[in-house]
């Protein structure tokens, strides 16, 4: 149990990262005098630096245990915020967010690992969402009580306390996580390189792939970026009125998380739930372009469904664990892993670059966040269709 409390503590500062920005926009585009492109980057580059470091975190896991590869990964988070907090300008709040993703970016994967290690392959979704969906709470942090810090104390000030916390993080994880035996592989793809061959080479993953992509990066990039400009500018909240949006959708998100594990256990079958998550999902995305401009209510609740429905995270990650060789496990959850994160970081980039454009262009913010939100739904609906034909379960298990 002190183990559990201990990664979920660390994996709560990862949500955290990930969704504050949303709150501390407004802010930090004008003290560090950022447009919405590069505030589109600042937010993409922690998503870029957490996937980017997947591969050898990966083969760390592997190679060298969960505990030494997540503490010392974390204390490049705690450096990270440290430069967040004293950020003058683009730069270095590029360079700020890129090393917090870095630091986070064995938090996760180490705890997944340690799932599947300890864990028969049939309990990995069960264990996956309940602590993907008591994690999410740390998207509840960066929300109306990171709202409220800021008022209160700045943004700056705000980022030094979340410094010394994610420093206590780290000395947890050091000395209290334990590494489960090593395995050596016997066929000769104990390398990082071969092992992501290996992985790249099983062909039922290329079907999981698109949705992997999609499903969480344009969740994400709604709860982390757009939620609060899309109530501020289109329907007028205030900082606080944008905080308890964003932490509706927190709690929405955590609550779907959390209900996704009895959900697969009633079908037997993760495919068959990440499909009606992702139904759900798609269609609220499309009611959004269609009616959020309209009706703030409507807004509202489209935006918690999303939140509820659209955390199918854990669902398809433990479907693409089915087919992990026993020896590949740390490599191939990171490698499913950096496929979420790189979509997270390019759709937010790309959307960054749209919302720009557009406001260039003249377009009202109606039609700005009713066409962006648009392109989420279509890009769900896409994936879904080629995940269709996916197999639930390997033809002969490979472990």
């Not at 979340?162 to 000395?171: C, F, P």
Request: charged share 10%; proline share 3%.
């Amino acid at each position: 149990m002190i183990i559990f409390a201990t990664l979920l503590f660390a994996y709560t500062l990862s949500q955290f990262f990930r969704a504050f920005l949303a709150i501390v926009a407004g802010d930090l585009s004008r003290d560090l005098g950022l447009d919405s492109a590069q505030l589109g980057a600042v937010s993409a580059i922690w998503f870029a630096a957490f996937a980017l470091a997947q591969f050898p975190v990966g083969y760390a896991l592997d190679r060298y245990g969960p505990r030494r590869t997540i503490a010392y990964t974390m204390i490049i988070a705690v450096l990270g915020c440290g430069l967040m907090a004293a950020a003058t300008g683009f730069i270095s709040a590029l360079a700020a967010m890129a090393a917090i993703g870095i630091g986070c970016s064995a938090i996760l994967m180490g705890s997944l690992y340690l799932f599947a290690r300890n864990h028969a392959a049939e309990k990995f979704a069960m264990f996956t969402s309940l602590f993907i969906g008591f994690g999410a709470l740390g998207n509840l942090l960066g929300a109306t009580p990171l709202a409220i810090a800021v008022e209160l104390v700045g943004w700056r000030w705000s980022m030094t306390g979340i410094t010394a916390i994610t420093a206590l993080s780290a000395l947890l994880c050091f000395f209290i996580l334990r590494d489960p035996e090593r395995i050596d592989a016997q066929d000769g793809s104990g390398g990082m390189i071969a092992g992501l061959v290996e992985i790249a080479s099983l062909r039922t993953l290329w079907l999981i792939l698109p949705i992997t992509f999609v499903s969480y990066a344009v969740v994400i990039a709604t709860r982390s970026l757009w939620i609060a400009p899309f109530f501020a500018q289109v329907h007028d909240y205030s900082v606080t009125a944008t905080g308890n949006a964003a932490l509706l959708m927190a709690i929405t998100m955590s609550i779907g998380a959390l209900a996704y594990a009895p959900l697969e256990r009633l079908f037997r079958d993760t495919k068959r739930t990440a499909v009606i998550g992702s139904v759900v999902t798609a269609g609220a995305y499309f009611a959004l372009a269609a009616f959020g401009a309209q009706s703030a209510a409507a807004s509202v609740a489209l935006i918690g469904l999303i939140g509820a429905a659209g955390l199918t995270y854990g669902v398809i990650m433990a479907h693409a664990r089915l087919f992990f060789p026993r020896h590949l496990i740390g490599r191939g959850v990171t490698f499913m892993n950096f496929v979420f994160i790189s979509g997270a970081g390019i759709i937010q980039w790309a959307s960054g670059q749209f919302i720009n454009a557009s406001e260039r262009a003249g377009l009202d913010a109606g039609e700005r966040y009713a066409t962006l939100y648009g392109a989420f739904g279509l890009l769900v609906a896409a994936a879904l269709v080629i995940y269709l034909f996916a197999p639930a379960r390997p033809y002969a298990r490979s472990d």
